[in-house]
């Protein structure tokens, strides 16, 4: 009997106790100081609206149910959700203090108003001041960030998280899971505690953010003085860069174009700036090293890089651009804008798979305010050299490009086997091309391609003509006198065109060498390749022969048809003191 009274008694004591805990709890205060410490972090006065509830088992917490957090000058709440809960620290509360260990966010829908810029993802120290010590955890939460100035809007959803701020000298950490743009985010960082950053002590800090389109980790030490400084390795890696460019408002086409990424290095960075020296980038297969610099406290984020390739395949490329997809790209003027690009590149060597390419590249790429400015300062190719100029810039609703190309000393047997023609074995090439160009997309831009066309050659040999055993080559003439039927050699050939999209006018060819000469014109296609030209060829005397006014005066009517990589020329049957032509 004795032990059922001591038993009800202890219950009773024990239930009277929980009573009095409960009416201890001073709920309006808990609501003052929570939002207080939202105030300081939000930067204004907000009141939360909800009643509360207290609970001690198992520990002492102040419940509230569907409660809305407004902010003065908003007509919607800043903050809503299903429940909060806040875990009180026992001690402080017996001196009639209150001090708030944990908040617990339920399915909270979170309107938050801040600039989106990357200047303001930077952290300072005033911004850590503003965060109380303790414990925040949000399960199935939405974020809403809205930029008062330009009025852009992010979402984040999905999320849930853990935040840990510690009091003393324990280390801080972020553990959050959320879906940004349609994709899954993991986010971890972890770093020394606040009194440490306050002191302004350096520490271990780092970071990763994984996605399936990017993948980003940081692992060094850091501190706060007036702003972050960072020294450590980063190290960033993207399995389909237009994907992730895409994912982070970039415009980069996704394909077989630009894949896999990867980025590496030592990162110093100090507030808004950072570099990543030693860096070692590989894209596709290809690898460079160099520094690349990022600034975000100018008006647009600045990206400055010179990196250097031992050899550069572009090979890859090439098969890809065939199925003709990258006709549909779009050009982002605006996208073009949102950053300003300074690339500084070189090669000592570039390929172009099996077909040769170009040795010693110096190249630069520069964009500013959606304008385009590309240059090869200087290329060697072919044992002569090539500079290429490109430039452009937003037109209407579309994009406009000028663009001038020059080479000079080119072997022209190697210009003309990476093309695909047949019959070309020796002789010295200069080229060059002026153009511009109106399109809203790649293949509009291909399309809308007007310019001049200029070639020179000089020593040019071409093939033996044997039209017996062959009907498609290069003058398949049958002569009957056997002198003429070698390699012959044009002393010089000129060339002078238009171009209109795919359509090439030839207003000028010229070629001139002791067994034939020529002048004809025409068009061509460079998408089919095919050729329609016409002139008229003369045959000059013989070496030894004795010249009449006859063979000085011999013209003979000539097409030529066919496609550039065989193309096939027709004469009129004629006989003459240098030997019978025929048709073919």
Known sequence: MKKLLFGLAFCGGFALSLVAARQMVPTELVRAELATSL????????????????????????????????????????????????????????????????????????????????????????????????????????????????????????????????????????????????????????????????????????????????????????????????????????????????????????????????????????????????????????????????????????????????????????????????????????ALGRADLDLRLSASQLRLGTTGGLDKVAATLLVKDGRLDAEIADAAAFGGSLRAVLRGEPRGDGYRATGRFAGSGLAAAGVARTLGLNGIQDGDLAVSFEGEANGRTLGGLLAGLEGRIGAEARNLVVAAVDAVASGARFLPIAFSNPVAARAPTFTRVVLEAGLTGHALRIGRLDADGPLLSARVTGEASLASGLLSLRGRMTMPDRAGEPRTAEARKLEIPIRIGGTFADPIAAVVTAETPFGSFEAR
């Open 39 to 334: 105030a300081k972090m939000i930067g204004g006065p907000v009141e939360i609206l909800g009643t509360p509830d207290v609970s001690v088992i198992p520990t002492l917490k102040v419940r509230f149910e569907a409660p809305r957090v407004m902010m003065a000058g908003r007509a919607e709440p800043i903050a809503e959700m299903k429940t909060l809960v806040v875990r009180l620290d026992i001690l402080p509360l017996l001196a009639g203090r209150i001090s708030i260990a944990e908040i617990g966010l339920r399915a909270p829908v979170l309107r938050l108003e801040r600039s989106l810029s990357g200047e303001a993802l930077v952290p300072n120290r005033a911004a850590l001041a503003a965060l109380e010590p303790g414990r925040v955890t949000i399960d199935d939460g939405k974020v809403q960030v809205t930029d008062p100035a330009t009025g852009r809007s992010e979402t984040f959803d999905g999320l849930s998280a853990a935040f840990v701020w510690p009091r003393l000298r324990g280390g801080a950490s972020v553990e959050a899971n959320f879906r940004w743009r349609g994709e899954a985010v993991a986010l971890v960082l972890q770093g020394q505690g606040p009194r440490a950053l306050a002191e302004g002590e350096s520490g271990q800090m780092a970071g990763s953010l994984s996605s399936r389109a990017l993948r980003v980790a940081f692992d060094g030490k850091g501190l706060i003085a007036d702003t972050l400084q960072l020294d450590g390795v980063l190290e960033v890696a993207a399995a389909d860069l237009g994907r992730a460019a895409a994912w982070l408002g970039g415009s980069i086409a996704s394909g077989p174009l630009l894949r896999d990424f990867a980025l590496s290095g030592r990162l110093r960075s100090l507030g808004y700036a950072a570099t990543v020296a030693d860096a070692r980038l590989k894209l596709d297969g290809n690898a460079a090293d160099g520094v690349v610099s990022v600034r975000l406290d100018a008006p647009r984020p600045q990206v400055r890089a010179t990196l250097a390739w031992d050899q550069l395949d572009l090979g890859r490329y090439r098969a890809a651009l065939a199925d003709g997809h990258w006709r549909q790209t779009g050009i982002d003027a605006a």
